[in-house]
Structure formats: C-alpha cells, structure tokens
C-alpha cells in the first residue's frame, strides 16, 4: 500500500505564493512520475504539472512561467512552488504518483487526498 500525503494549501491574496509538498509512503518499489492536478468547483480535474525521475517536467499552459514542479528522488517527494497566484488558481489541488509495489511489482496510480488552495482578488 502506497500513501501520499499532501501540505502547504492555505489562503493567499492575489500575487502571492504558496508551495505545496506531498510525501509517497508505504510499499514503494519505484516512483516514476509524480504530479499535481486541480480540480475547481464545477470543473473538471485538470493537470497542472509534472516531473518524472529524470526531472523532465511539463506544465499546463495557464502555469507556466509561475508555477515550477521539483522532487527529492530520495524522500520520494514532489513540490509545487506557486508564484504569481491569480483567482483563477483557486482549487483543490491533488498529489498523484505512477508507483510501482514492493511486494507484488504491480503498477500503482496513487492520489493524494487534496489540500485547498485559494486565492483572493
């Protein structure tokens, strides 16, 4: 059993930043990539950015140039550091992890279980 733990949602006014963090524990074979998505009232989940174990990341377009995703191989760890916020950021934002098990080698999508992120004008 795979478990994420996300932390560092909270209330920022607009222009402000944030940094989120999410922590994978348990049977962990491998990580490979690791993610964020989004999901704002009414709409659907969105990615927002991802980094495999090479450190190759992609952005979704509304991010890019405020947002920068990194992660710490060794505590299987991923980070969102979050610049420039605007209203329209404001949603629950969700940890995921393409992990492999330890016991059984079998693949594993893993979600963590959201911190929300809200953003004043």
């Known amino acids: 059993q795979v478990q994420l733990v996300e932390s560092g949602g909270g209330l920022v006014q607009a222009g402000g930043s944030l940094r989120l963090s999410c922590a994978a524990s348990g049977n962990i074979f491998s990580i490979n990539t690791m993610g964020w998505y989004r999901q704002a009232p009414g709409k659907q989940r969105e990615l927002v950015a991802a980094?495999?174990?090479?450190?190759?990341?992609n952005y979704a377009d509304s991010v890019k140039g405020r947002f920068t995703i990194s992660r710490d191989n060794a505590k299987n760890t991923v980070y969102l550091q979050m610049n420039s916020l605007k209203p329209e950021d404001t949603a629950v934002y969700y940890c995921?992890?393409?992990?492999?098990?330890?016991?059984?080698?079998?693949?594993?999508?893993?979600w963590g279980q959201g911190t929300q992120v809200t953003v004043s004008s």
């Open positions: 995921n992890a393409d992990a492999i098990s330890y016991y059984y080698r079998t693949p594993l999508s893993v």
């Open positions: 980094v495999n174990t090479s450190g190759s990341t």
